[in-house]
């Protein structure tokens, strides 16, 4: 083992020997980065320009844009805005047919007359208040008022313990 080991190294030092070692200085070392860096800037130079000419040509576009543009992007803010108070409108309407309460408008969802009035109907058929049922069942009848005379006498037996 120990002789394979020594060969390896033999070997090792016969291979280094016959490749030339090439060492450079550092000027030599700046000279060769500043030529790469050189070639780099030459292939890349005019891109500042480029992205100046794209920024300007956006620009130019942006402020050649149609007049149709603008006039449909108004057309369909415009559209949008009259759905949405045509929907509030008859929402309200809806409402105010049925009696909903005002706190429960916002329930009302749909987009036509018949589905936002089966809404309200529904929200007014689980939405009534409960009035309470004041018959508690069987009461016994109220006593006959006794005039003033008939009232002493009763109590007079009561007391004596002649009627309970």
Do not use: C, W
Request: hydrophobic share 40%; no cysteine.
């Amino acid at each position: 083992m120990a002789e394979e080991a020594a060969t390896a190294e033999s070997e090792a030092s016969e291979s280094a020997s016959t490749e030339s070692e090439t060492t450079f200085t550092q000027a030599q070392v700046n000279d060769l980065i500043a030529k790469e860096k050189g070639k780099i800037q030459s292939r890349f130079g005019d891109y500042a320009d480029i992205k100046a000419k794209a920024a300007k040509l956006e620009e130019i576009e942006n402020a050649n844009a149609s007049e149709l543009e603008k006039a449909q992007k108004k057309a369909a803010d415009a559209e949008r805005i009259a759905n949405e108070s045509t929907a509030k409108l008859l929402r309200f309407e809806v409402a105010n047919d049925l009696e909903v309460p005002a706190k429960l408008v916002p329930l009302l969802t749909a987009t036509d007359r018949e589905g936002l009035e089966a809404q309200a109907n529904l929200i007014l058929e689980n939405a009534k208040t409960a009035t309470p049922n004041f018959d508690g069942g069987a009461r016994e009848p109220a006593e006959e008022e006794l005039s003033p005379e008939e009232a002493h006498n009763k109590l007079f037996l009561k007391a004596v313990g002649l009627i309970d």
